[in-house]
């Protein structure tokens, strides 16, 4: 009697489990970004219907309420509500590090820092809201102050700009000047980023040993001695050289001079027969009298573009005393050069478009 009453009891559990799990309900809405899921139920029944909304800080797609029903087949109706974030204006200052976007979406986070040798003064950080603001502005970045530096033993210091008050802020600099004629064992200092001031040099005597030649050029109005820290001297080229660099050097804290300047060779037109196009000028190379291009000097040669039947300019530069010679230039024959002289292609119709100088490598003259 025992085992049938527990078969019947068993027997009950089942019916009612099939009878409560045949009726057909829908689960909480398929949500898309932005809405509004607070007041939504875990289990809806058939036919419950449901407003659906964006939640705070997004905007909707359409402008009358989104309403979906459960199914019988416990699935929801569909909706075509999309919700927008609202985006926060992003400062102009800070576009660029934005990679030139103008806008941030709801819930976008700006993170700020500041270079090495400022300080942030504001908060580190700025969150977009629901209402499209920001909830902090923009913090400063302010340089790091150090204090006044101090000058050299038998020296002083000559700051970039005029000082008030009794820092400096960083990226500030000065130089270091010694009595004398002494020279410091560095010249410049500098307020650094971590709030302090370049230590001062030691001032000592400093001389540069005589100063050398150059080829191709001399030494104007020197003594040829040692000489004492800043002393300078002045170079020049001989005739048809070309100085390169500074012409007056110095004699640095090292003991040693600042560089010297080269004197760079003029170049020779290397063709016998042809016409050239130089200092603004269009002459036949017999008339190129001396045959003399300076350095770093344009020289323009003619080529022949045989397809069409027409000339086109070839520019070449001299370089210490190197003028190459265009690849696609052809000197004329002496008979040609002499008799038709009119069919070389500096003295035909130029071309409508030139040849790009890639298609026309240089040659050693």
């Not at 500098?190 to 001032?203: F, K, R, V």
Request: glycine share 6%.
């Amino acid at each position: 009697m025992m085992a049938s009453r527990l078969a019947f009891l068993l027997l009950c559990h089942v019916v009612l489990y099939t009878a409560v799990t045949s009726v057909k309900v829908c689960g909480r809405p398929p949500l898309t970004n932005g809405i509004d899921d607070s007041n939504l139920k875990r289990v809806y029944e058939v036919g419950e219907e449901v407003t659906i909304t964006c939640g705070q800080g997004y905007l909707p797609s359409t402008a009358t309420p989104q309403r979906i029903s459960c199914t019988a087949t416990g699935e929801w109706t569909q909706s075509n509500l999309a919700c927008s974030p609202k985006m926060c204006p992003i400062p102009r200052a800070l576009q660029p590090l934005a990679m030139g976007k103008t806008e941030a979406p709801f819930k976008s986070v700006l993170n700020f820092t500041c270079d090495d040798g400022y300080v942030l003064q504001g908060p580190s950080e700025s969150r977009c809201l629901h209402d499209g603001t920001w909830n902090n502005p923009a913090p400063l970045c302010k340089a790091v102050n150090c204090p006044l530096p101090k000058p050299p033993k038998d020296g002083r210091i000559v700051h970039d700009k005029p000082l008030t008050g009794t820092t400096t802020m960083y990226g500030q600099s000065w130089t270091y000047e010694c009595s004398p004629p002494k020279a410091p064992s560095y010249e410049r200092g500098s307020c650094m980023a971590d709030g302090s001031a370049t230590e001062p040099p030691e001032c000592r005597e400093v001389s540069c040993p005589i100063p050398a030649a150059i080829e191709n050029g001399f030494i104007t109005f020197a003594v040829m001695r040692q000489h004492g820290y800043k002393e300078k001297v002045q170079y020049a080229c001989n005739e048809h050289y070309v100085l390169e660099g500074e012409a007056e050097i110095s004699c640095q804290n090292t003991g040693n001079w600042s560089s010297k300047p080269v004197c760079r060779a003029p170049c020779t037109v290397g063709i016998k027969r042809g016409r050239i196009f130089y200092n603004a000028k269009k002459i036949w190379i017999e008339d190129l009298k001396p045959n003399r291009v300076l350095h770093r000097e344009p020289v323009v040669f003619y080529c022949l573009n045989k397809t069409e039947s027409c000339g086109y300019p070839v520019a070449s530069t001299c370089n210490d005393g190197t003028l190459p010679i265009p690849e696609c230039f052809e000197e004329p024959g002496k008979m040609t050069y002499t008799l038709r002289s009119k069919t070389l292609p500096s003295e035909i119709e130029m071309c409508d478009a030139f040849p790009s100088a890639t298609t026309n490598p240089a040659r050693p003259a």
